[in-house]
């Protein structure tokens, strides 16, 4: 049978067990979904070419590779303003509060009309919930 390699880069290194976990999986699930159809490579920060975790938005922008899992703190208010407030931020949305916001409220398309002028579809992959504030 036929299939499709695509490449994925992560931000993140293959041993942060949470995150590897995750793109795993995904990588998995659309193995399953797509019947064997598709599969993805996975690739850690700096494996692929050599593109670094604060080079993967721009990696996938250009074409360079089909997909980039992270999030918007690497890329984010210099490209994007405003696009952090798509991430877990210091007492902001639980994840179920931000699960509402994106799926009920207009936050997805929202977010995908952002990152529209980068030739990017972003897709929620997961979710680590708000982050906790104050100083240390």
């Known amino acids: 049978m036929k299939y499709t390699l695509w490449k994925i880069?992560?931000?993140?290194?293959?041993?942060?067990?949470?995150?590897?976990?995750?793109?795993?999986?995904?990588?998995?699930?659309?193995?399953?979904i797509s019947n064997?159809?598709?599969?993805?490579?996975?690739?850690?920060?700096?494996?692929?070419?050599?593109?670094?975790?604060?080079?993967?938005?721009?990696?996938?922008?250009?074409?360079?590779?089909?997909?980039?899992?992270?999030?918007?703190?690497?890329?984010?208010?210099?490209?994007?303003?405003?696009?952090?407030?798509?991430?877990?931020v210091p007492f902001g949305l639980s994840a179920r509060d931000m699960h509402a916001w994106l799926y009920r409220g207009g936050g997805l398309k929202l977010w995908r009309e952002m990152y529209e002028p980068f030739n990017l579809i972003p897709f929620p992959v997961g979710n680590t919930g708000g982050a906790m504030g104050g100083v240390v």
């Open 36 to 88: 064997g159809q598709l599969y993805i490579e996975i690739y850690s920060a700096g494996e692929y070419e050599n593109i670094k975790p604060y080079d993967v938005f721009d990696a996938v922008s250009m074409g360079k590779v089909e997909m980039g899992f992270g999030t918007s703190p690497y890329w984010g208010g210099e490209k994007i303003p405003g696009s952090n407030f798509l991430y877990a």
């Open 9 to 32: 880069v992560s931000v993140v290194a293959r041993n942060m067990p949470i995150y590897q976990n995750g793109i795993e999986k995904f990588a998995n699930d659309v193995k399953v």
